[in-house]
């Protein structure tokens, strides 16, 4: 006679159970950093001894008013300006100190960058602009291609590899540009204002892109804005006041883009039937 035994698991306070669950790796390190530019003969103190950490996972909004801080922030963060003091460790390696050229190179491997001018080359194809981070590692042809295609086919862009910048709409754009940020498997995709040129269904459908690529691929995003509506479609939101943090919280109810864009109408490309 054959006997199932049922196990049931063993009992434990839930102090314990809460202290095994596994914190999310940092990937952004801010320590006590500063920064402080010099103009004739007076000194703008920009940041002031801003902390904080940004885990692998993360989807985290960053606003604040011009001069709050936050573009000087956002510019260390994304390794195109160093601190004047302080500690910045990017995915596990300290770049405050770095040279030009070095974080450039660290530009290159760990961050992927959307703009809010898209910043794509007008004389070449979207699957062009999206393989040339690639080129920069010295990536194959064929891997580069490869890449490029999966990229595109991740932000709804399959078919349209061929099509140059003035073939696509402006969101549309935007969703190579997000490819393109996709490409070098980066530590961190760091966005800048990338809804500040499009309307507002295609705000959502970024917003969207942002949030499946984050849920599904548990990719860390920052994203900057002045909008408070795009930034509740993030986790968290740091802001800034005066060269420091004033609050960093949670979001409680995370908007759903792909919930609203259901409810918004469908504005119509005029490009539809350009390339046939």
């Known amino acids: 006679m054959s006997t199932s035994l049922i196990l049931e698991p063993p009992q434990a306070p839930q102090a314990m159970l ?75 390696e300290d770049v405050s100190e770095m040279s030009k050229d070095e974080r450039a190179d660290i530009r290159c491997q760990k961050i992927g960058f959307v703009f809010q001018g898209f910043n794509l080359l007008s004389r070449t194809s979207a699957l062009e602009n999206v393989e040339l981070p690639m080129l920069y590692l010295g990536v194959d042809a064929a891997q580069r291609h490869q890449r490029a295609m999966e990229a595109l086919a991740a932000v709804g862009l399959a078919g349209r590899e061929q099509n140059h910048p003035n073939q696509l709409s402006g969101g549309q754009q935007q969703r190579v540009a997000v490819a393109r940020s996709l490409v070098n498997h980066p530590a961190l995709i760091l966005a800048d204002e990338p809804t500040g040129n499009l309307d507002s269904r295609t705000s959502v459908e970024v917003m969207e892109i942002f949030q499946r690529l984050n849920r599904e691929m548990g990719i860390t995003l920052v994203l900057v804005t002045h909008e408070p509506d795009i930034a509740e479609y993030a986790k968290r939101v740091i802001v800034f006041k005066d060269g420091k943090i004033k609050s960093d919280r949670s979001i409680e109810k995370q908007r759903n883009a792909a919930e609203e864009l259901k409810n918004m109408p469908i504005i119509e490309d005029d490009d539809e039937e350009e390339d046939e």
Not at 79 to 92: A, F, S, V
């Open 18 to 92: 809460t202290a095994e669950l596994p914190e999310a790796r940092p990937v952004i390190q801010l320590e006590h950093i500063h920064k402080t530019y010099t103009m004739g003969d007076v000194e703008v103190h920009a940041l002031r001894g801003v902390t904080c950490t940004i885990g692998e996972g993360e989807f985290v909004a960053i606003m604040g008013a011009s001069g709050s801080g936050k573009s000087t922030t956002m510019n260390i963060i994304g390794c195109l300006d160093r601190p004047t003091k302080g500690t910045y460790i990017l995915d596990g």
